[in-house]
C-alpha cells in the first residue's frame, strides 16, 4: 500500500484512535501464531504476524512508524517474556518497514531484520528519498486538513478531522527522526530457519506487488504471510509487476496452506482470493491492452476499464475500490504503453 490511506480512514467511518489505546487486534491463527491487524491510522500501519520460536520471537512487518512497533512490541510482552530475535520485511513499502528501529533499540544487538536482497536495495534506493520527500509534502496535507475542518459542517465530522489532524501532526513529527534500519540478513530464494518445533521458510516467489515481495510459510502450521502480495483490501499497483504477480500469486498458492495472514484486513482461509486476485490482474491487464490497441487515451481507458471492472469486481473487493482502481487502470496503461 503506499498513498491512498485517507481515503480509507474516511470509510471506514472515521474511527478515532484514542490515545494509549492499543493500535493492533491480536488474533491466534494456529499454535503460536498470531496475527497483529491494525486499527485504522492517518498514515496506514501494516499488519504483522507474531510468530513464536523455541528461543524467541519473529515477527513480519514494522508497520509505518517505530511509536507503532513499540505499541507492538508491549502488546507482544504481555503473550510472553520471550525476546524478538527475527524481523523480517515482506517489502520496501513506508508502512512495512518504517518501524524497523523500534527491535534493535528494544533488544539490541540480538535482532537479526532478514528480507530479500531486492528489498533492501529498494529501500535504500527508494525508501530513504520517499521518507525526505513526505517530511516536504506533508504540511500541505496537513493545511488541507485545516481547511477541511473550518468546512465542517458537523460535530461528528469536526472530531473526526481533528483526529486526522492530531494523528498527521504527530506523524509528521516522528517522520523527521526516523532512523532508517536496513536489513541486516538479505537472501535472494529462500531463508529457512530450523528452529526445534517449528519451521519457518522465507521464500521469494516471484516479482508481485514489487520485485522484492517475501512470503514466510509455516509449512506445519500451515499458514501464509503475504504482505501485500495478497490481503484483504484492493491491490495497489505503483510499484508492482502485474504480469509476474499472477505467476507469482500461482506459486504462492500451490503451498499447502489453510490461514493468510495478509498485510492489510483480517485473515485470509483457503484459497479463492488468490483466484479472485489472479482473475482480477488478468481482466485489469487484458481490458487495459484492448482499449490500448484501440487508440484510447490514458482518460478514455481509466474509464472504461474502470466501468468494467467495478461492475465485476466492486462487491468481491474493500469498499474503497471504485476509488483505487482508476488507479490501477493508469499503471496498467503505462505497464503496456512503454513496459518495465
Ligand atoms: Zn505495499
Known amino acids: 500500500m503506499m498513498k491512498p490511506h485517507l481515503v480509507v480512514l474516511f470509510l471506514l467511518g472515521f474511527l478515532p ?16 501464531v498470531y496475527a497483529a491487524l491494525a486499527k485504522p491510522a492517518f498514515r496506514v500501519n501494516s499488519n504483522a504476524a507474531i510468530i513464536m520460536l523455541d528461543d524467541g520471537v519473529l515477527v513480519v ?12 512490541i508491549e502488546q507482544i510482552k504481555k503473550l510472553t517474556p520471550k525476546p524478538v530475535k527475527y524481523v523480517v520485511n515482506t517489502h520496501f513499502h513506508y508502512d512495512h518497514y518504517q518501524g524497523n528501529e523500534a527491535y534493535p533499540s528494544s533488544w ?14 529498494n529501500i535504500q534506493r527508494l525508501g530513504i528519498p520517499r521518507i525526505k520527500n513526505e517530511i516536504l509534502t506533508l504540511p500541505e496535507e496537513i493545511a488541507k ?13 469536526k472530531k473526526a ?58 509449512p506445519q502450521e500451515k499458514v501464509l504471510v503475504t504482505g501485500d502480495a495478497l490481503h484483504g483490501w484492493t491491490p495497489f499497483m505503483g510499484d508492482s509487476y502485474p504480469y509476474d504477480w499472477i505467476q507469482t500469486l500461482d506459486t ?13 484486513g483480517d485473515v485470509i ?32 481507458a481509466k474509464k472504461s476499464v474502470a466501468d468494467f471492472l467495478i461492475k465485476k469486481y466492486a462487491d468481491k473487493f474493500d469498499p474503497a475500490f471504485p476509488g483505487s482502481v482508476v488507479g490501477n487502470v493508469a499503471k496498467a496503461y503505462q505497464v503496456i504503453a512503454f513496459a518495465r
Open 145 to 157: 486538513l485545516n481547511q477541511d475542518l473550518a468546512k465542517a459542517s458537523t460535530a461528528e465530522q
Open 161 to 218: 478531522i481533528q483526529e486526522n489532524l492530531r494523528q498527521a501532526t504527530a506523524y509528521l513529527a516522528e517522520l523527521k527522526t526516523v532512523q532508517v534500519t536496513l536489513p541486516t540478513m538479505t537472501f535472494d530464494r529462500s531463508l529457512i530457519l530450523h528452529r526445534g518445533s517449528r519451521t519457518v521458510e522465507i521464500l521469494w516467489l516471484g516479482r508481485a506487488h514489487t520485485d522484492g515481495d517475501v512470503f514466510v510459510y509455516l
Open 252 to 264: 504462492a498458492e500451490k503451498l499447502d496452506f489453510d490461514s493468510v495472514i495478509g498485510g492489510h
Open 17 to 32: 484512535l484514542a490515545s494509549g489505546q492499543e493500535l493492533f487486534d491480536l488474533k491466534p491463527v494456529a499454535d503460536g
Open 108 to 121: 539490541p544487538g540480538g535482532v537479526e531484520i532478514i528480507s530479500s536482497e531486492a528489498t533492501r536495495k
Open 269 to 300: 482461509h483457503g484459497k479463492e482470493k488468490f483466484e479472485l486476485w489472479k482473475a482480477y490482474l488478468q481482466d485489469l491487464m487484458d481490458r487495459t491492452a484492448s482499449s490500448y490497441s484501440q487508440g484510447d487515451s490514458l482518460d478514455s
Open 61 to 72: 512487518d514494522t508497520h509505518s512508524k517505530p511509536s507503532a512497533a513499540r505499541a507492538l
